[in-house]
């Protein structure tokens, strides 16, 4: 899979301000829309909260990897967030949540929100990616986090 093209400079915050896992989605949310990937952010919060009622995305390992399918997705995205303090994201293993992935497809795509979850999960299983992802200063380091 190629990251890049779900995954662009501008679809990347490396200071998220959220202190709870609803405002953070709120900001990953945003970045989308102004990169005209979302066309109505309300109704695409519904379809991305909905998901989280019903189990947390929250996989441990201070990941959050909220998604959501809907027809106000123009093409399939990512927006990735750094949060340094951690919010607390409903995570299996009760610690906060500092890398989070926003991955957002539109409702008529096939299954690619569950290939870019299997790569994501596949990726941050290893320690040494997430703490790259964790220091990284740049959307290169993001990608060379990613190749490891």
Known sequence: MDIEELLTKDRISFNLKGLTKEEVIDELIEILFNDNVIEDKHKFKIAVMKREEEFSTGIG???GIPHGKSKFVTEAAIAFGISKNGVDFDSMDGEPAHLIFLIAVPEKSDDIHLKVLS??????????????????????????????
């Open 119 to 148: 790569y994501i999960s596949r990726r941050l299983m290893h320690n040494e990616v997430r703490q790259a992802l964790i220091e990284a200063e740049n959307y290169d380091d993001i990608i060379k986090a990613f190749e490891k």
């Open 61 to 63: 390992n201070g990941i």
